[in-house]
Protein backbone atom coordinates (compact mmCIF):
# COMPACT_ATOMS: atom_id res chain seq x y z
CA UNK A 1 0.00 0.00 0.00
CA UNK A 2 1.36 3.55 -0.75
CA UNK A 3 1.22 6.44 1.22
CA UNK A 4 0.64 8.79 -1.55
CA UNK A 5 -0.27 7.01 -4.75
CA UNK A 6 0.11 10.59 -7.08
CA UNK A 7 3.34 11.65 -6.07
CA UNK A 8 5.83 9.88 -3.82
CA UNK A 9 6.18 6.27 -4.14
CA UNK A 10 7.00 5.23 -0.15
CA UNK A 11 5.93 2.33 0.62
CA UNK A 12 4.47 1.61 4.69
CA UNK A 13 5.85 -1.52 4.73
CA UNK A 14 9.44 -0.03 3.94
CA UNK A 15 11.17 -0.61 7.07
CA UNK A 16 12.93 1.16 9.15
CA UNK A 17 12.28 5.21 8.34
CA UNK A 18 15.76 6.56 8.59
CA UNK A 19 16.30 10.32 8.95
CA UNK A 20 18.12 10.28 5.44
CA UNK A 21 14.96 8.72 4.33
CA UNK A 22 12.72 11.38 5.50
CA UNK A 23 15.48 13.95 4.36
CA UNK A 24 14.67 12.88 1.27
CA UNK A 25 11.27 12.48 1.39
CA UNK A 26 10.93 15.56 3.04
CA UNK A 27 12.99 17.47 -0.07
CA UNK A 28 11.39 15.96 -2.92
CA UNK A 29 8.00 18.06 -1.02
CA UNK A 30 10.09 21.08 -1.34
CA UNK A 31 10.84 21.19 2.48
CA UNK A 32 14.40 22.06 3.41
CA UNK A 33 14.40 20.54 7.09
CA UNK A 34 17.30 20.65 9.59
CA UNK A 35 18.67 17.44 10.99
CA UNK A 36 17.14 18.03 14.54
CA UNK A 37 13.94 19.19 12.78
CA UNK A 38 14.29 15.75 11.23
CA UNK A 39 14.77 14.00 14.44
CA UNK A 40 12.06 15.85 15.78
CA UNK A 41 9.47 14.62 13.19
CA UNK A 42 11.09 11.18 12.74
CA UNK A 43 8.76 9.28 16.05
CA UNK A 44 5.34 11.79 15.29
CA UNK A 45 5.87 10.31 11.17
CA UNK A 46 6.65 6.92 12.71
CA UNK A 47 3.55 7.01 15.00
CA UNK A 48 1.59 8.14 12.05
CA UNK A 49 3.06 4.92 9.75
CA UNK A 50 1.41 2.65 12.39
CA UNK A 51 -1.93 4.65 12.98
CA UNK A 52 -2.37 3.80 8.77
CA UNK A 53 -1.29 0.74 9.50
CA UNK A 54 -4.09 0.01 12.02
CA UNK A 55 -6.82 1.52 9.40
CA UNK A 56 -5.53 -0.43 6.93
CA UNK A 57 -6.41 -3.49 8.89
CA UNK A 58 -9.27 -2.60 10.10
CA UNK A 59 -10.46 -1.91 6.20
CA UNK A 60 -9.64 -5.49 4.87
CA UNK A 61 -12.68 -6.88 7.53
CA UNK A 62 -15.17 -9.10 5.78
CA UNK A 63 -18.31 -7.09 7.64
CA UNK A 64 -19.32 -3.49 6.61
CA UNK A 65 -19.86 -0.75 9.39
CA UNK A 66 -23.24 0.10 9.48
CA UNK A 67 -22.53 4.00 9.81
CA UNK A 68 -21.63 4.09 6.75
CA UNK A 69 -24.93 3.65 5.46
CA UNK A 70 -27.08 5.71 8.15
CA UNK A 71 -28.98 8.54 5.58
CA UNK A 72 -30.25 11.14 7.92
Do not use: C, K, Q, W
Not at 27 to 37: A, F, H, I, K, Y
Amino acid sequence: MLVNADASRYSLAMEPLTLETLGALARERGLRLTEPELAGLLPLVEAGRALIGGLDALLERDDEPAGHFHIL
